[in-house]
């Protein structure tokens, strides 16, 4: 299954929402606002064969509030086919609130966006993701019981971002095996774009066994770069020029999209595997072109997995962080099954994935409508 449904802009004055919803197949979606509090916000609800969609909620000054809607349906779909791959009996969900983190967070929106949350019902479990910290969840769980990944003191799994990463780490090891022979990363020239909570996690992974010198950084925010510079002693580069870096393994782990026909032209790595969500543009397209390339693509709701698993066992109760990470871990033979697949199929390593996500939901969506 391959969607490419291109975003209508605020200048076409028209957002055609049914037909986005329906070209990605989504169930429901829901526009909060609060003018008291200053809450934009999208709930999208993709699938829910497999359970209560669940996703973590994204805030980020999007250019316009067509664009929060196509990030909004394009993670939510992600994250059927990422908690279905894991294993996991939920379904897909994704939230967004459209305003600048750094400087519109307030402890009222948290608390009134908690509150449309709690209006479904349960119907979507939200956690954290770009933008978004424990803290913020605080904020959330006093107004609903349908979040996760709150803080440990309040008997939550706390912060997803390492298990993430973890997950990612495993993924990259894998890739290497795939291509190398073997999966260490010792003397890998790694383009690591985006470090944020996961990224910063996944690096520290990697400086296990490679060298500061053989990795590059870059991101959205200056002072972000210059922090991680000082405090690991890697390379970096601005973030435009992270594409053109020499290196072996690309890692996107900010936004979506920066697999696309320009980087593809630019990148000169063996792998793609990081954390980021929607890295594929067109999924078929630039699957594809990574294929033809000889460009291992780790497919993103598989490698970035490591998350919605760390909050899953949270929302089952009885949380333990070694069953989580244990569980994360297994992203390894997940993803050796999808590239010997699509090897033995000659087909790109995103179809491959699809189908196995794909199989799960038909299977048991099968089996709960008797």
Known sequence: MSVTIQPITEAGKEFAIFSQMAGYDHEQVVFCHDHATGLKAIIA???????AAAGGTRMWAYKDEASALHDVLRLSRGMTFKNAIAGLNLGGGKAVIIGDARTQKNEALFRRFGQFVDSLAGKYITAEDVGISTKDMEYIAMHTKYVAGKPEIMGGSGDPSPVTAYGVYVGMKASAKKVYGNDSLAGKKIALQGVGHVGEYLLENI??????????????????????????GVNAVDKDAIYDVPMDIYAPCALGATINDNTLSRLKC????????????????HADLCKAQGILYAPDF????GGIINVYYEIIGNYNRERAYNHAGEIYDTLTNIYNLSEKENINTQQSAMRLALERIETIGKLKIR
């Open 45 to 51: 609800i993709h699938n829910t064969a497999l359970g």
């Open 207 to 232: 400086l296990k066994e490679n060298d500061p010198k053989n990795i590059t950084i870059s991101d959205f925010y200056e002072d972000r770069v210059k922090q991680i510079v000082a405090k690991y």
């Open 270 to 285: 063996s792998i793609i595997a990081g954390a980021a969500n929607n890295q594929l543009e067109d999924e078929k397209r």
């Open 302 to 305: 598989l490698i970035n997995g």
